[in-house]
């Protein structure tokens, strides 16, 4: 693969984004999929509070082409990720009590987003139950919601895999023009929803973003899988990037670390893996 084609995901150091830009540069690294909520109203998976300066030294290492950005990312801040459940109800678009709130963050998302010149803005937009009409229903309204106001600004949107399996998810974009997938295979894994190559494969047309993270699969149903460096899981790095190439899919490789001790070791581990596949 071509060096220039992966990046990170800004909150997969754990680090603010001047230690997140030595540790890039450390590892010839410009490509980054930056998380909004450290600028944003919003949750602290993503990272923690910063201020305008923080984001204008962010807007200048994107003019210079120190950093190239592949997309940003916005969540929110109800999400419950302790159980599989807990995410069920808590996650994305689903909650009715947060949802006008959210929709603020997904108002501002888009704003910066635009400001940035991002190609895409990702999120999880949560659990998707086609088997419930009017849960179903309100799903599609709020999705609609987000995708109406990133398009006025400008700004695809891409909803990261997630709690659906990839027949699932394609089903339901094919009624939902213009949005895309910003595809992460290890959450096919650590949600128990299927094979991630056969995956790619189904969602190929959709994909606009792809999340390199790796899991294996968990042997108590009902419970999470558990995330491994790239490489040491499950997915199969080769059969997947066949998939993906197959599918002719162009855009960049952004590594995703969101568990272990050694966040930036794993990072640089990904990159050489990926390097020489």
Known sequence: MAADRIGVCSWSFRLPFDRVAEEMKK???????????????????????????????????????????????????????????????????????????????????????????????????????????????????????????????????????????????????????????NFDPANMILYAKGDPVAAAKTLGPWIRHIHVKDAIKTKTPGTWGTEVPWGDGEVNQDAFLDALEQAGYKGAFAIEREGGDNRVGDIALAAKRLLKG
């Not at 801040?77 to 909650?95: A, F, M, N, R, W």
């Open 27 to 181: 590892m010839g690294l410009k490509r980054i999929h930056l998380a909004l909520q450290p600028f944003l109203e919003g949750e602290s998976r993503h990272g923690a509070a910063e201020d305008a300066a923080a984001l204008e030294r962010v807007k200048e290492r994107i003019a210079t082409g120190e950093w190239v950005l592949s997309a940003t990312m916005i969540g929110f801040p109800q999400e419950d990720y302790s159980t599989l459940e807990t995410i069920k109800k808590t996650g994305g678009v689903v909650p009715d009590d947060v949802w006008e709130s959210n929709k603020k963050i997904v108002r501002a998302g888009a704003k910066l987003s635009a400001e940035l010149k991002s190609p895409v803005l990702a999120l999880h937009a949560g659990f998707l139950d086609e088997s419930d009409p009017v849960a179903l229903k309100k799903y599609t309204e709020r999705v609609k919601f987000i995708v109406d106001t990133c398009g006025e600004a400008g700004v695809p949107v891409a909803l990261e895999t997630g709690q659906e399996s990839a027949e699932d998810l394609a089903h339901f974009l094919s009624s939902m023009p213009g949005v895309g997938v």
